[in-house]
């Protein structure tokens, strides 16, 4: 029996997408690709200088273990590739770290974009005032302005190119990549020719020349890249042209410019054939229709819009809170206290009265031994303070609600920008047909203490080939909580329907929960099926551990974490992505439910259909307690073709 080609590329994906869908195995990839990221960056070079961009990577938005090992990757990378003259770079790299680690999870990488970029500058000019010092070197500006306007730009475009979608900034990126990969060449052939070569083959106009101008800068090439690249996509512009032509026109360009230059380095076209070979394995492009008519019209509208909202959260992240005046809160009890003083004729603490220190309204249960003055009537004088200490408190508690308001308001006006601006970047692509390989089985059993049940599970499609199966829990049991559960379900059933991202409608629940003073009143299981691909994004935001049943056994997905509605910035859900490719189940449970013992008795019924299975989780789970109970289980079957 003969075996197509195709045939084994299909098995690689599936060993592929089986590969990532262990949790182990992703992560140690993460970290083997941070690594390699931080090497590969270490090589870039220009007119034979090293380049600073591992430091501008470390400033993109990197944070926690990936940042070590990309700092530790490009360390390597810097004694690798230069020896001596790496010492700059892992100077560079050492800044770049300390830079992330301090700035870690502080709001001021959201709300001042440029800042990470201006201190991977202003190290780089730090950096190499101190060398050139050091050395005793003459100075050269144009190096020095290209490492310090190299990092600056190099930082930025990263942090834009991982935050969001933005052409420009992508086709930046190539270039920045071709640029980094170019000095790296095993075996004599340079990786900045082979991914050349897949942006030849596929990527759009201003990417592939992007990619030429790199190799021409790095001086890899004895032909000006640039214009070959630019050929190539013409020649991909002519009609009729066969798929394998396209593949292999950067390498042909090349070898029909390398005589005309005089060159006879045949070593490029090389990779450039390679990297045309390597395009087919990218996924395929979906050609974007230019805008036309109403349809041009509705997007730029969005995207004004868009900019309008996102403008409206910065001028919102701009407004400065005033202090409280605390100084003048103790002067007023003091003008209380003393004004009806019968000692107040000739007292001569009405001066140090006046002016007490601010931390006396700190000082819970205040007595007379902690009075910073020797008052004849302190009884009085406590009093007041003692009120003014109540009120310092609830103008603080005021100031924390409004503060909690204005966040709520600010995420929302992100949300809605960002998700303007991702259906306008959308609309001209609004008649895709995703294709749906498989089917989501549900069945859900529950149980109620009372008339009202406070469990609400809910399974419906979302759009782009989603499907969402939702479980709310409302805290405690009868009206209130059923009540509590179905407004939850509810809204989010309306956002996740048209297209709301599952985390932007997770944390507007949150925020809700924040403003109505509803914290604790309910718990989510949200699972977003891919109906495409199979791969389940499981959000969890105080709800008990999830459960995958397989042949295998039982595995516990999830962990415990707040409920909604206790913060709009300090919490947030949990995330874990798992497959249920191979026939596993997907068990989802209220906190009624007692999963340990239930899954003891249950895990070897995987195979059987959901509504079964969820009938004898309830029956094996139910305790002696006195809470609603529900289950809900979900399986994948493939749709047959």
């Known amino acids: 029996m003969m075996i197509s080609i195709g045939s084994y590329v299909r098995r690689g994906q599936r060993l592929l997408r089986r590969w990532i869908s262990d949790s182990r195995l992703r992560t140690t990839a993460e970290g083997g690709g941070y690594l390699l990221c931080g090497l590969v960056l270490s090589a870039a070079s220009l007119a034979g200088q090293p380049l600073p961009l591992p430091l501008a990577a470390l400033c993109a938005g990197v944070e926690g273990w990936p940042s070590l090992l990309l700092a530790l990757g490009s360390l390597l990378g810097y004694r690798l590739f230069w020896g001596a003259a790496g010492a700059q770079g892992l100077v560079w790299t050492g800044a770049g770290l300390v830079i992330c680690l301090a700035l870690a999870g502080r709001p001021l990488r959201r709300t001042m974009p440029w800042l990470m970029p201006m201190l991977a500058g202003l190290s780089v000019a730090i950096t190499t005032l101190m060398f050139r010092f050091w050395q005793n070197a003459p100075a050269q500006p144009w190096v020095w302005l290209l490492w310090v306007g190299l990092a600056i730009g190099a930082a930025r475009v990263a942090a834009v190119v991982t935050d969001r979608r933005d052409p420009v900034m992508d086709w930046l990126g190539c270039g920045l990549g071709v640029l980094a990969l170019a000095q790296i060449a095993p075996g004599g052939i340079s990786l900045g020719c082979v991914a050349a070569g897949i942006l030849g083959a596929t990527a759009p106009f201003p990417a592939a020349a992007l990619s030429g101008l790199a190799l021409d800068l790095s001086g890899v090439c004895p032909v000006p890249m640039t214009a070959v690249l630019s050929l190539t996509f013409l020649l991909r512009l002519l009609p009729g042209l066969p798929k394998w032509t396209i593949r292999?026109?950067?390498?042909?360009?090349?070898?029909?410019?390398?005589?005309?230059?005089?060159?006879?380095?045949?070593?490029?076209?090389?990779?450039?054939?390679?990297?045309?070979?390597?395009?087919?394995?990218?996924?395929?492009?979906?050609?974007?229709?230019?805008?036309?008519?109403?349809?041009?019209?509705?997007?730029?509208?969005?995207?004004?819009?868009?900019?309008?909202?996102?403008?409206?959260?910065?001028?919102?992240?701009?407004?400065?809170?005033?202090?409280?005046?605390?100084?003048?809160?103790?002067?007023?009890?003091?003008?209380?206290?003393?004004?009806?003083?019968?000692?107040?004729?000739?007292?001569?603490?009405?001066?140090?009265?006046?002016?007490?220190?601010?931390?006396?309204?700190?000082?819970?249960?205040?007595?007379?031994?902690?009075?910073?003055?020797?008052?004849?009537?302190?009884?009085?004088?406590?009093?007041?303070?003692?009120?003014?200490?109540?009120?310092?408190?609830?103008?603080?508690?005021?100031?924390?609600?409004?503060?909690?308001?204005?966040?709520?308001?600010?995420?929302?006006?992100?949300?809605?920008?960002?998700?303007?601006?991702?259906?306008?970047?959308?609309?001209?692509?609004?008649?895709?047909?995703?294709?749906?390989?498989?089917?989501?089985?549900?069945?859900?059993?529950?149980?109620?203490?009372?008339?009202?049940?406070?469990?609400?599970?809910?399974?419906?499609?979302?759009?782009?080939?989603?499907?969402?199966?939702?479980?709310?829990?409302?805290?405690?049991?009868?009206?209130?909580?059923?009540?509590?559960?179905?407004?939850?379900?509810?809204?989010?059933?309306?956002?996740?329907?048209?297209?709301?991202?599952?985390?932007?409608?997770?944390?507007?629940?949150?925020?809700?929960?924040?403003?109505?003073?509803?914290?604790?009143?309910?718990?989510?299981?949200?699972?977003?099926?891919?109906?495409?691909?199979?791969?389940?994004?499981?959000?969890?935001?105080?709800?008990?551990?999830?459960?995958?049943?397989?042949?295998?056994?039982?595995?516990?997905?999830?962990?415990?974490?707040?409920?909604?509605?206790?913060?709009?910035?300090?919490?947030?859900?949990?995330?874990?992505?798992?497959?249920?490719?191979?026939?596993?189940?997907?068990?989802?449970?209220s906190d009624g439910v007692d999963g340990e013992a239930a899954m003891r008795r249950t895990w070897e019924l995987a195979d059987e259909e959901p509504g079964e299975v969820a009938s004898k989780v309830l029956r094996f789970g139910m305790g002696p307690g006195s809470d609603d109970a529900t289950a809900a289980v979900i399986r994948l079957v493939p749709v047959t073709m």
């Open 248 to 589: 292999t026109a950067p390498a042909v360009m090349y070898l029909v410019a390398a005589p005309l230059m005089g060159s006879l380095d045949w070593t490029p076209a090389i990779g450039l054939l390679i990297g045309g070979a390597c395009s087919i394995l990218l996924p395929p492009q979906t050609p974007i229709s230019h805008r036309r008519g109403e349809t041009g019209m509705a997007q730029v509208r969005l995207e004004l819009t868009a900019g309008v909202l996102a403008e409206t959260e910065q001028l919102l992240l701009e407004v400065r809170e005033f202090p409280i005046d605390e100084a003048a809160l103790l002067s007023r009890a003091a003008d209380r206290a003393c004004g009806a003083c019968p000692a107040r004729r000739g007292c001569r603490q009405l001066i140090d009265a006046q002016n007490m220190p601010v931390s006396v309204l700190h000082r819970p249960m205040i007595g007379v031994e902690d009075l910073p003055l020797s008052c004849r009537k302190p009884g009085r004088l406590l009093l007041e303070i003692r009120r003014t200490q109540d009120q310092y408190r609830a103008i603080r508690a005021d100031r924390d609600r409004q503060k909690e308001y204005r966040s709520a308001l600010i995420q929302q006006y992100r949300f809605l920008s960002e998700y303007l601006q991702e259906l306008a970047d959308s609309l001209p692509r609004r008649g895709e047909q995703y294709r749906a390989r498989y089917d989501v089985l549900v069945a859900a059993r529950s149980t109620g203490c009372s008339a009202q049940n406070g469990d609400r599970c809910l399974w419906f499609a979302g759009t782009a080939g989603r499907y969402y199966v939702l479980l709310c829990d409302g805290m405690g049991t009868g009206i209130g909580a059923a009540q509590e559960a179905k407004t939850a379900a509810s809204l989010l059933r309306r956002l996740l329907t048209a297209g709301y991202p599952a985390e932007y409608a997770l944390r507007s629940l949150n925020s809700l929960c924040v403003l109505r003073s509803r914290g604790g009143a309910v718990t989510v299981d949200l699972a977003e099926v891919s109906l495409e691909s199979g791969k389940i994004t499981l959000y969890k935001w105080g709800a008990t551990p999830s459960w995958i049943l397989s042949r295998s056994g039982a595995e516990k997905i999830g962990t415990a974490c707040p409920p909604p509605g206790l913060s709009v910035t300090g919490v947030r859900e949990t995330v874990d992505k798992l497959s249920l490719r191979r026939s596993e189940a997907l068990v989802l449970l």
